[in-house]
C-alpha cells in the first residue's frame, strides 16, 4: 500500500509561482514513476509531468519550460515547481506513484491561478 499526500497549492496570480510538495509513505527509489497529473472543472484528468527511478522526465507541452518535476529521495518527496502560472493552469492536481501493479493516488491539492 502506497498513501500518497499533496500540499502546497493555492491562490496565486498569474504570472506567480507555487511548489507542490507529494510526501510519499514509502521509499521512493522502489517506484519506476511518478507522475502529477491535473483537472480543470468539467475536464478530464491530464498528466502534467512524471520522472522516472532513473531521472528522466516529460511534461506536457503546455508546461514545458515553466514546470519543473523533481524528487528528494531522502524526503520520499516528489515535487512540482510551477512558474509563469496561467489561468488555465488553474485545477486540482494530483500525485500519481505506480507500484506493485498498482496506481496509487493522492487526495489532491487545489490550484488556482487568477487573471
Known amino acids: 500500500q502506497v498513501q500518497l499526500v499533496e500540499s502546497g497549492g493555492g491562490l496565486v496570480q498569474a504570472g506567480g509561482s507555487l511548489r507542490l510538495s507529494c510526501a510519499v509513505s514509502?521509499?521512493?527509489?522502489?517506484?519506476?514513476?511518478m507522475a502529477w497529473y491535473r483537472q480543470a472543472p468539467g475536464k478530464q484528468r491530464e498528466l502534467v509531468a512524471d520522472?522516472?527511478?532513473?531521472?528522466?522526465?516529460n511534461y506536457v507541452d503546455s508546461v514545458k519550460g515553466r514546470f519543473t518535476i523533481s524528487t528528494d529521495m531522502a524526503k520520499n518527496t516528489v515535487y512540482l515547481q510551477m512558474n509563469s502560472l496561467k489561468s488555465e493552469d488553474t485545477g486540482v492536481y494530483y500525485c500519481?506513484?505506480?507500484?506493485?501493479?498498482?496506481?496509487?493516488w493522492g487526495q489532491g491539492t487545489q490550484v488556482t491561478v487568477s487573471s
Open positions: 514509502i521509499r521512493i527509489s522502489s517506484l519506476r514513476n
Open positions: 500519481n506513484a505506480y507500484w506493485s501493479l498498482r496506481s496509487y
Open positions: 520522472i522516472t527511478s532513473g531521472g528522466n522526465t
